[in-house]
C-alpha cells in the first residue's frame, strides 16, 4: 500500500495535477489531498484505486527497504518518446474481415 508522500511524488512525476488525478480515478480531489498531506488515510480500496491510477499513468512503487519506499517512472523520457511514435505508426484503426 502507498503512501500520501508515495502519492504526491507520483503525481509530480507522471505531471498529473490533483484535479486530473481525482478525475481518473473517480475519488474526490479533497480525499487525495488529505491523504498527501498526512491528513487522513482513506480505506484500502481508495489507495488501491490510487495506485493503480498512477502505476497506469507510468509510475512505479518502490517497497521499503531499508532506505524508504520509493517512486519512480516506468520508462525515461526517450523510451517514452520512441513508444509514442511506435504507437500511432498504424494508421487509423479500421475493422477487417478476417475470423
Do not use: H, W, Y
Amino acid at each position: 500500500m502507498i503512501t500520501g508522500a508515495q502519492c504526491r511524488a507520483a503525481r509530480a512525476l507522471s505531471e498529473l495535477s490533483l484535479e486530473t488525478l481525482a478525475r481518473l480515478a473517480k475519488i474526490d480531489a479533497d480525499v487525495i489531498d488529505a491523504f498527501e498531506s498526512k491528513l487522513s488515510e482513506p480505506d484500502a480500496e481508495t489507495i488501491s484505486l490510487l495506485e493503480t491510477t498512477l502505476e497506469a499513468a507510468g509510475v512505479v512503487f518502490l517497497p521499503e527497504n531499508g532506505a524508504g519506499a520509493g517512486v519512480r517512472l516506468k520508462f525515461n523520457r526517450s523510451e517514452t518518446r520512441r513508444i509514442a511514435i511506435l504507437e500511432g505508426e498504424g494508421g487509423i484503426v479500421g475493422n477487417d474481415d478476417v475470423p
